[in-house]
T-cell receptor, first 118, second 111 residues
Framework: GAGVSQSPSNKVTEKGKDVELRCDPI?????LYWYRQRLGQGLEFLIY????????KSGLPSDRFSAERTGESVSTLTIQRTQQEDSAVYLC????????????????FGPGTRLTVL | GQNIDQPTEMTATEGAIVQINCTYQ??????LFWYQQHAGEAPTFLSY????GLEEKGRFSSFLSRSKGYSYLLLKELQMKDSASYLC????????????FGGGTRVLVKP
């Protein structure tokens, strides 16, 4: 079946512009994560959508970052007034949840969106 | 908060064995994941441990000790294609049942 998809795969923008990144999770996956990964660095957690619960936004670095998810499907990550330090790969992952609401087994990652802010 | 530590880099020779350690300090621990990430690619799942002990999958094995807050990933019969970053991640209730990743260990396999 189809995996997690993300678009665009690459985005080059000018400082100060807004960008919108899209993630299509695997159908039926109720948990969805956004991460940021700078070159040569680990995964930095941004936001977590867990079923119908309120999203965990504790990882968003500033109020320029926001994300939405429509039901259990598509999610968009929006970065307003982009800065050069926002340049990174933005990864989306989805997973099933067990009855206790915990991530079941593995997260499936999308290919990422490489954002370059000039 | 959640604290997950793993070495930054390791170098090993083709055909050898490498052990990547991961220590975690979390509350409400619900399991430990290992992922592999090749340069420029997305992470892919390797293993999941929730009970103490060793899980073996071909050349890769993962070990967990809940009482010690410790896990390791063992890579045997190293191949050049195993050069990648290996990410340790803990699943914790305290973090809202989401995964928290360590910084990753870059493994370089030399001929």
């Amino acid at each position: 079946g189809a995996g997690v998809s993300q678009s665009p795969s690459n985005k080059v923008t000018e400082k100060g512009k807004d960008v919108e990144l899209r993630c299509d999770p695997i159908s039926g996956h109720t948990a969805l994560y956004w991460y940021r990964q700078r070159l040569g660095q680990g995964l930095e957690f941004l936001i977590y959508f867990q079923g119908n619960s309120a999203p965990d936004k504790s990882g968003l670095p500033s109020d320029r970052f926001s994300a939405e998810r429509t039901g259990e499907s598509v999610s968009t990550l929006t970065i307003q007034r982009t800065q050069q330090e926002d340049s990174a790969v933005y990864l989306c992952a989805s997973s099933l949840l067990n009855r206790q609401g915990a991530t079941l087994n593995e997260q499936f990652f999308g290919p990422g969106t490489r954002l370059t802010v000039l | 908060g959640q604290n997950i530590d793993q070495p930054t880099e390791m170098t090993a020779t083709e055909g050898a064995i490498v052990q990547i350690n991961c220590t975690y300090q979390t509350s409400g621990f619900n399991g430990l994941f290992w992922y592999q990430q090749h340069a420029g690619e997305a992470p892919t799942f390797l293993s999941y441990n929730v009970l103490d002990g060793l899980e073996e999958k071909g050349r890769f094995s993962s070990f967990l000790s809940r009482s010690k807050g410790y896990s390791y990933l063992l890579l045997k019969e190293l191949q050049m294609k195993d050069s990648a970053s290996y990410l340790c991640a803990a699943l914790t209730k305290a973090a809202g049942n989401k995964l928290t990743f360590g910084g990753g260990t870059r493994v370089l396999v030399k001929p």
